[in-house]
Structures are given as structure tokens and as C-alpha cells.
């Protein structure tokens, strides 16, 4: 029999990302409609629900700005919701999404049901608050959560230094669909539509275009490779604050011609435009708190069995093994990331052998039907 789960998130299919990913591939593989999702109203989701393995309930969760404070509403709608559905189903077990706002949710409506609440942790969310009210509400969901699952060894030091006890975390690592990404698929087109040769290198960014991810940075180091005789290209799939920064800086650094931003790509390209670079590159760096939790996109270059540059910065060790699945950098370093750069795009043995060893990591531990397993097997014991 299935374990019945009431899971409250915020993020979930169709919200693009890969927090939303995750829930998404992880529930429908532990069971049916015995299985509750709470999460938000957003294009699109009547036509995605409709064929779902799942009992979703959608709420209107946008904040209201004169509230005080405006989640507010958010958290009430939130509670209600769930404590109905907890009151009116057998739940084995209330998961919830983040600390807050789900995680607070969850702890209340767990008390009141005698329900053991698990609460994922993504590393970014738990540096970036401060230490103000916000974070204190964080650390007490946490420190109440029967278990909490870090997505890395990184967030996992991270809830200690908060006061979570380590015996009630357990790391579970974000997965991959290694159907949809694989290596082999077609993608001449993909190269002849920018242009390139058969000796051009492709690398490949993906991701939201914000500051941390380090689009500038790779971009500020073409110019060097270009002079190291390396045939260098660049794409960047994502959309973002930063858009209009890249551009310029693009043009300023004069390699425009050889940048090529492609916005948001066909979900069955995506996979395609990973087989058709040379080398995926995304030197994350930390802002004022802001960081990488882990990178599923790292993961989805592996099961493309290609390799991976990444900044030190975050939960990135655990989704590129040093000098195993790729290499990890400075994210600040302009000269530690074009060095990384060029070594693997001059040596084409070594990037390759950093690619296959990643596909076959993915492949043994970090498809999703790996993932939803280790999550079945999450002990949910109330004991505190």
C-alpha cells in the first residue's frame, strides 16, 4: 500500500524551475490520488492537472500589499486548505515544500493532527533572509520538522549552524529524468542554426539570468580563449533580470557574434541543445547571501554525458564532483574559470571521460525513480 502524503508547495508543474520539477517527478511516483498536493494557482495548471496522477488542489496565493505583512493572506489560505484535507484523509505523513511559508503550515497543522511533518531544505532560501523575523520563523519550522531533507552536503551544514539536529536531516539529492536527457540525440541543426563549423566549441549555460550564476563572467572570459586559437561560442538558454546586462557586456567585450542569448527553448529541446554543446559551464558565485543550493542543471548535462564547470560556491560539490564529473572554480576568479575553460576545451579525452563519468553517476543514483525511492524510504518518526 501507498504512503499518503499531504504535500504543501508553492513551486510545482507547470511553474518553470527545478524546485517544481522535483515535487512534481517524486510524487506522481509514489502514488496516486491518495496523494494531496496544495500549492498555487498559475497559467495553465487546470490543463495540467487534468491528466495528473495526483490529488493537486490549486489556492490563489499571490501576496496582497496591504496586508501586514502581505503573505498574510498566503499563510491563511495555506492552513485552511490543509488542515480540511487532513481532517478528511488518513495522511501517513504532511511534507512540505520550503520552511516557509509551507514548512510553518505544515508544523501547525501536523500539531494539530498528529501528523510527522518533513520539510525540504534548498540551501539558497536559508542564506539570503538575514536575521530578522523571516529567518527566525525559518528556524523554528525547522527545528520542529520531524525530518529535514537537504538537497546537499552544503545545506545540510547550513541547518546545523541554524539549530537543526543532524540526526533529523537526511540528504536527498535532486534527480534527473534520464529518459528525456540522454546522450545520442540529434542536434546538427541546433549547431548549423548558430552558425558553427565542425571545429567550433559550444559551451552552454542554462538557467535564470541573475547575477550569481556567472552568464558575465563566462562571457568576460571568450576574448582570452578566442586568443588561445580556441573556435569559441557561447549559448544561454533562460530569461532574466539580467538580461540587457549581458547584452552590453556582450557587445563591450566585442565577442556579440560569438553570444547567443536563445531565451526560453522548447521543453523537447532542451535536451537536444545539452547534446549539441561542447562543455556546460555555470560559475555560480555567492551575492550577499544569494546562492546555488545544488543546480539540477548540472545533473541534466551529465545525463547528456557531458561535463561540467561550476563554482565553488553553495551545494554545487554535490551535484559536480571535483575532477570526477567536471571541475568546480572561483566563481570570482576570471582567471581560475578561463584557465578551467580552456584545459577542458583544448583537451577533448579529458572532457570526455569527465562527461562519462557523470552520465554514469546519474544513471546509478540520481534518476528520479532513484530520488523517489530514497523519499519512500524517509523514516517519519515523530519522536523530536
Same mark, same amino acid.
Given at each position: 500500500m501507498h504512503t499518503r502524503y499531504l504535500v504543501l508547495t508553492e513551486l510545482f508543474l507547470p511553474t518553470k524551475g527545478g524546485t517544481a520539477v522535483w515535487f512534481d517527478e517524486v510524487y506522481r511516483r509514489l502514488g496516486g490520488k491518495e496523494i494531496h498536493i496544495v500549492t498555487?494557482?498559475?497559467?495553465?495548471?487546470?490543463?495540467?492537472?487534468?491528466?495528473h496522477p495526483n490529488s493537486v488542489h490549486r489556492l490563489n496565493l499571490r501576496r496582497v500589499p496591504w496586508l501586514r505583512p502581505e503573505s498574510l493572506g498566503m499563510y491563511l489560505k495555506f492552513f485552511g486548505k490543509s488542515l480540511w484535507l487532513a481532517m478528511t484523509n488518513r495522511f501517513d505523513a504532511i511534507h512540505?515544500?520550503?520552511?516557509? $511559508?509551507?514548512?510553518?503550515?505544515?508544523?501547525?497543522?501536523?500539531?494539530?493532527?498528529? +501528523? $510527522?511533518?518533513?520539510?525540504?531544505?534548498?540551501?539558497?532560501?536559508?542564506?539570503?533572509?538575514?536575521?530578522?523575523?523571516?529567518?527566525?520563523?525559518m528556524?523554528?519550522?525547522? %527545528?520542529?520538522?520531524? %525530518?529535514? @531533507?537537504?538537497?546537499?552536503?552544503?545545506? +545540510?551544514?547550513?541547518?546545523? #549552524?541554524?539549530? &537543526?539536529?543532524p540526526k533529523h536531516i537526511e540528504i536527498i539529492h535532486p534527480g534527473?529524468? @534520464?529518459?528525456?536527457?540522454?546522450?545520442?540525440? $540529434?542536434?546538427?541543426?541546433? %549547431?548549423?542554426?548558430?552558425?558553427? =563549423?565542425?571545429?567550433?566549441?559550444? @559551451?552552454?549555460?542554462?538557467? %535564470?539570468l541573475s547575477r550569481r550564476k556567472g552568464f558575465d563572467s563566462v562571457?568576460? /572570459?571568450? $576574448?582570452?580563449?578566442?586568443?588561445?586559437?580556441?573556435?569559441?561560442?557561447?549559448?544561454i538558454i533562460g530569461i532574466g533580470e539580467d538580461d540587457a546586462y549581458l547584452k552590453a557586456l556582450a557587445e563591450q567585450? =566585442? &565577442?556579440?557574434? +560569438?553570444?547567443?542569448?536563445?531565451?526560453h527553448v522548447p521543453m523537447e529541446d532542451l535536451p537536444r541543445w545539452y547534446n549539441a554543446c561542447d562543455l556546460f559551464a555555470l560559475a555560480n558565485r555567492d551575492i550577499a547571501g544569494d546562492t546555488e543550493g545544488?543546480?539540477?542543471?548540472?545533473?541534466?548535462?551529465?545525463? /547528456?554525458?557531458?561535463?561540467?564547470?561550476?563554482? +565553488?560556491?553553495?551545494?554545487?560539490? #554535490?551535484?559536480?564532483l571535483e575532477n570526477v564529473t567536471g571541475l568546480r572554480v572561483n566563481g570570482d576568479s576570471l582567471e581560475e574559470l578561463a584557465q578551467a575553460l580552456t584545459d577542458l576545451l583544448l583537451d577533448s579525452h579529458r572532457c570526455k571521460a569527465l562527461g562519462d563519468a557523470g552520465l554514469a553517476r546519474v544513471i546509478a543514483n540520481l534518476s528520479w525513480s532513484a530520488v523517489s525511492r530514497k523519499t519512500s524510504a524517509l523514516a517519519t518518526s515523530r519522536e523530536m
Open positions: 498555487a494557482d498559475v497559467p495553465g495548471a487546470r490543463e495540467y492537472d487534468v491528466g512540505a515544500g520550503r520552511a516557509l $511559508p509551507e514548512g510553518l503550515v505544515a508544523w501547525l497543522v501536523a500539531r494539530l493532527t498528529g +501528523r $510527522p511533518v518533513v520539510i525540504y531544505a534548498h540551501g539558497e532560501e536559508l542564506t539570503g533572509w538575514g536575521k530578522g523575523n523571516k529567518y527566525k520563523a528556524c523554528f519550522a525547522l %527545528r520542529h520538522a520531524n %525530518r529535514v @531533507i537537504a538537497n546537499s552536503d552544503f545545506t +545540510r551544514e547550513t541547518l546545523i #549552524s541554524m539549530g &537543526v539536529k534527473v529524468d @534520464i529518459d528525456r536527457f540522454r546522450p545520442g540525440l $540529434p542536434y546538427e541543426d541546433l %549547431r548549423a542554426g548558430l552558425g558553427l =563549423g565542425p571545429e567550433a566549441k559550444l @559551451i552552454l549555460s542554462v538557467g %535564470r562571457i568576460r /572570459c571568450l $576574448p582570452e580563449l578566442l586568443q588561445a586559437g580556441v573556435d569559441v561560442h557561447y549559448a567585450t =566585442g &565577442v556579440c557574434d +560569438r553570444v547567443n542569448f536563445l531565451g545544488f543546480g539540477i542543471v548540472f545533473l541534466e548535462a551529465a545525463a /547528456c554525458g557531458k561535463t561540467a564547470i561550476a563554482g +565553488r560556491a553553495g551545494g554545487t560539490g #554535490s551535484a559536480v
